[in-house]
């Protein structure tokens, strides 16, 4: 597989080890197409980028893409905070943005005590490899579906990494709405038996790294091994093979 673009890294505006521009020129090294920029949200308490810096995060994203050779997006990967659907990007700040991700993270400010659930009894419960309550699965299953209704989200990242879904009620939501699985080529987020379920469904994937740092921008390979494993087509795949995905929150913000 040929990756043609890798829409989930970070840098040192959250926890990554490296700058936007490094993470640009390994972009194009690779010979990517694209590559995103995606630091952690407002609401995360230990890594996520502060507001005060949006503006300069963006215009460095932004002139690091008029070197050339691949185009740069400048995202967040957002954080969700309650089963409302609720998440730490708001309409107000859309216009800063090319790309919007969303993942469950647990060191966030949760919209409601009840939402702390999430991650504090989930995370644990993962670790042990205990199984969840089928109301905790009911839960968590019913904040993503409501955060892809309610949000413009392009892509639901590692989804089932330290929380637990139903992939499948998930997986038809993203397929509905135009929002992409993210397989994710860092963590270890899906099981055989969950990515099998959700390729059922029809929904779209992309394959991102997760990057850390430049040295991994571009990397697939944890991922590739457990699509041929499981045997995804690539055809679902809309970042491989020179195809470029349809994402729905720049669609979004033409008609704002």
């Known amino acids: 597989m040929i990756l043609t673009g890798d829409y989930h890294t970070h840098t040192k505006y959250s926890d990554g080890k490296n700058t936007v521009e490094e993470n640009v020129a390994a972009a194009a090294a690779r010979g990517l197409k694209e590559v995103a920029i995606t630091e952690h949200g407002y609401a ?3 890594q996520g980028i502060s507001p005060k810096k949006t503006e300069e995060y963006v215009r460095r994203i932004r002139k690091a893409g008029e070197n050339g050779g691949v185009r740069v997006l ?18 107000e700040q859309y ?20 939402d702390y659930r999430f991650g504090w ?11 969840p309550s089928k109301s905790l699965v009911r839960y968590t299953t019913r904040a993503f579906v409501n955060a892809v ?8 990242t ?6 637990d879904t139903d ?11 135009g929002t992409y699985l993210e397989i994710s080529s860092k963590k270890g987020h899906f099981t055989d038996e969950e990515l099998e379920k959700a390729a059922a469904t029809g929904v779209r994937f992309v394959i991102d790294s997760d990057a850390h740092s430049a040295a991994r921008v571009g990397d697939l390979k944890r991922a590739e091994k457990q699509i041929l494993r499981v045997g995804i087509p690539p055809e679902q795949i809309d970042n491989i093979g020179g195809r470029l995905p349809n994402f729905r929150f720049a669609e979004y913000k033409k008609h704002l």
Do not use: Q
């Not at 995202?75 to 309650?82: I, N």
């Open 74 to 91: 400048a995202g967040l990967e957002c954080d969700l905070l309650g089963v409302s659907g609720k998440v730490d990007l708001t309409p």
């Open 158 to 163: 590692h989804l089932n990494y330290l929380c």
């Open 44 to 46: 995360h308490w230990l």
């Open 149 to 156: 209704e309610k949000n413009p989200v392009d892509i639901v």
């Open 95 to 114: 216009g800063f943005f090319d790309i919007f991700l969303m993942g469950m993270h647990v060191p966030v400010h949760y919209e409601h005590l009840r």
């Open 121 to 131: 009894l989930s995370m644990p419960r993962k670790i042990l490899h205990i199984p």
């Open 167 to 177: 992939v499948e009620e998930v997986a038809k939501c993203c397929r509905d709405c």
